[in-house]
């Protein structure tokens, strides 16, 4: 038992000592360079977004520094999505809107919207975003100069995240704590030919144009649930860099809008952050969640304090990351 015990708690300890790295190593944004966000072409892939996509275009259109174009794909959507951009459209000549082609089989939905969006923008840099992403008003000109000036082949943000039911607060938070814990975000920059050291956030995604159409990631990845950190696997094996940033608060979203989608996202984004390996997810499950056990049975209550303690400073730091 004290065997099993030290294994948690070394993994503990080395859980604490990643997130506070993370903490310690956080990446600067530039002042944001007009010339370099002229040249960017944003993409949405929308499907019945009629609520939330108006509230992104808007806050795209009050950027500080416009971009080259914005390009909506409407994927088939049952509401009126294509009018409300239509619309807006008519009086904003950067921005445009088409109907998605039909499904090809083999392809996800959205993997199949960002590969069509791709072939139509004309752009030195490709910047992908959910349609229910919140940008604040300088929120994407620095990350978009910060990506030029590291010159990656992507750039992934996770964007402060919006809970507002219960099974999004239950599940949301599980996921930035499994990211900040078990990987250095600056080594996914550093080390550039490691796949174990991969991920990314497919509600924004920035991608250096030249590099995306010779590789075609969501091509490559068009049948994949979880495509972001799959594309940014590929990135990794094509040696081409990529970024991954954290706690921007003014680049939000509200991943999900009930328990079940939260429970269902949750349990699929887990699977694809350790690789589909159910073995490795469920390890981490026992090692996390019932780890406190172990402890407790192998060295009693002082035990539990320093479990709990550590486990404690492994949520601050978290927290202000």
């Known amino acids: 038992m004290e065997i099993i015990a030290g294994i948690v708690i070394g993994f503990m300890l080395l859980q604490m000592g990643i997130a506070l790295y993370n903490l310690r190593h956080p990446y600067t944004l530039p002042p944001s360079d007009e010339q370099i966000i002229r040249q960017t072409s944003i993409l949405i892939p929308a499907r019945n977004e009629e609520k939330t996509l108006p509230l992104l275009l808007n806050d795209l259109l009050r950027q500080s520094h416009l971009p080259l174009e914005i390009i909506v794909c409407d994927d088939h959507s049952d509401d009126r999505t294509y009018a409300i951009v239509n619309k807006l459209a008519a009086v904003c000549p950067y921005l445009r809107i ?31 975003l959910d349609a229910d992403v919140r940008i604040g008003e300088v929120g994407i000109g620095r990350v978009i100069t910060l990506a030029h000036k590291l010159q990656t082949g992507l750039l992934s943000v996770f964007p402060r995240q919006i809970m507002l039911s219960a099974g999004e607060k239950a599940t949301v938070p599980l996921m930035t704590y499994i990211l900040l814990t078990l990987l250095p975000l600056s080594l996914v920059y550093k080390v550039a030919d490691q796949s174990a050291l991969a991920a990314a956030n497919g509600q924004f995604m920035l991608f250096e144009a030249d590099s995306y159409h010779r590789l075609q990631p969501h091509w490559k990845v068009r049948s994949e649930a979880v495509e972001d950190v799959a594309i940014s696997r590929l990135y990794k094996k094509a040696a081409l860099s990529v970024a991954c940033l954290t706690g921007i608060p003014n680049i939000s979203c509200r991943m999900y809008t009930s328990r079940q989608e939260a429970l269902s996202g949750f349990t699929r984004n887990i699977a694809g952050f350790f690789g589909g390996s159910l073995i490795l997810a469920t390890l981490f499950w026992l090692l996390t969640g019932w780890g406190w056990l172990f402890v407790g049975l192998a060295f009693s209550w002082p035990g539990l304090f320093f479990y709990f303690g550590i486990r404690g400073i492994i949520r601050i730091l978290v927290a202000q990351t």
Not at 99 to 128: T, V
């Open 98 to 128: 088409f109907r998605s082609e039909d499904l090809p089989a083999g392809w996800l939905g959205k993997n199949f919207a960002c590969h069509q969006l791709a072939r139509q923008a004309q752009g030195r840099y490709l910047l992908f």
